[in-house]
């Protein structure tokens, strides 16, 4: 965490089919991202990447249920 500082501030990584692949300050701009690329932050939400397409991107982020990262609702 000391070579990203940012990190320990906030925002979010972002996952695709399993690896991590980047950084963003917020949940934002679903068209730089692939649908199905899932968005974490510090406190384990996650947002999953909806719609659109690999070439467009996609069209929102959506918050993903607790029950489907196996917490509790």
Avoid: N
Avoid at 22 to 40: E, F, N, S
Avoid at 52 to 62: E, I, L, P, S, T
């Amino acid at each position: 965490m000391e070579a990203m500082p940012e990190i320990q501030t906030g925002g979010v990584v972002l996952i695709y089919r399993g690896q991590a692949y980047g950084w963003k300050d917020c949940v934002r701009d679903p068209h730089q991202d692939c649908p199905g690329a899932l968005a974490v932050d510090l406190g384990g939400q996650v947002w999953q990447a909806q719609g659109g397409d690999d070439y467009h991107g996609a069209q929102a982020w959506v918050p993903v249920q607790a029950s489907m990262q196996g917490g509790q609702a």
